[in-house]
């Protein structure tokens, strides 16, 4: 069966510092990835996707995520974090049963400490 | 930018009564879903509609929940008798292509609390 997890449910890391969320999927196909972010009280907005090619893809806000495939992996990465990066990230995999589902992981709640 | 509206934001029922949440997708989207998420867990998947009806729903989705296209533009999701255990976050979503790569665009939800 397909699914997604994020082995952390929260961290913490300081202003300025590096910041890097793990994801593992599992789907027998090949992977349509996603990482999604959400701020308190709001809907989920979408960071960045993988689909082919490059296997490390850029998104919005200086964020960046890495396919690895003999991992079956897709980590979130940014080099330096702001506080307002503080929120809940969700990694995600499109999967085609029928009705072209997007399947979350539980979610990582970030925090950014000054 | 284009966006996915629900109304409305926050929703109190009472254990039994029927509820309607309603949502207007992005007017040229042609995947339409619900989403929930119970405090603290994670997004779970409800239902896709696409082209006038349900292409596939989850174990969550049984009887006592329908969706419904009555118009162009909402999308509705009605709950017939609401039970403690319904009380999340309810998020629609929509795709602007019928391919599983495409992103899903999302409103910012309605809450629910059944009491």
């Known amino acids: 069966a397909q699914s997604v997890t994020q082995p952390d449910i929260h961290i913490t890391v300081s202003e300025g510092a590096s910041l890097e969320l793990r994801c593992n999927y599992s789907y027998g196909a090949t992977p349509y990835l996603f990482w999604y972010v959400q701020s308190p009280g709001q809907g989920l907005q979408l960071l960045l996707k993988y689909f082919s090619g490059d296997t490390l893809v850029q998104g919005v806000k200086g964020f960046e995520a890495e396919f690895k495939r003999s991992q079956s992996s897709f980590n979130l990465r940014k080099p330096s974090v702001h506080w307002s990066d503080a929120a809940e990230y969700f990694c995600?995999?499109?999967?085609?049963?029928?009705?072209?589902?997007?399947?979350f992981g539980a979610g990582t709640r970030l925090f950014v400490k000054a | 930018e284009p966006e996915v509206t629900q109304t409305p934001s926050h929703q109190v029922t009472q254990m039994g009564q029927e509820v309607i949440l309603r949502c207007v997708p992005i007017s040229n989207h042609l995947y339409f879903y619900w989403y929930r998420q119970i405090l603290g867990q994670k997004v779970e998947f409800l239902v896709s509609?696409?082209?006038?009806?349900?292409?596939?729903k989850s174990e969550i989705f049984d009887d006592q929940f329908s969706v419904e296209r009555p118009d162009g533009s909402n999308f509705t999701l009605k709950i017939r008798s609401t039970k403690l255990e319904d009380s999340a976050m309810y998020f629609c979503?929509?795709?602007?292509?019928?391919?599983?790569?495409?992103?899903?665009?999302f409103g910012n939800g309605t809450r629910l609390t059944v009491t």
């Open positions: 509609f696409y082209n006038n009806e349900i292409s596939e």
């Open positions: 995600a995999v499109g999967v085609n049963t029928g009705g072209f589902k997007t399947i």
């Open positions: 979503a929509s795709r602007a292509l019928a391919a599983y790569n495409s992103p899903l665009h």
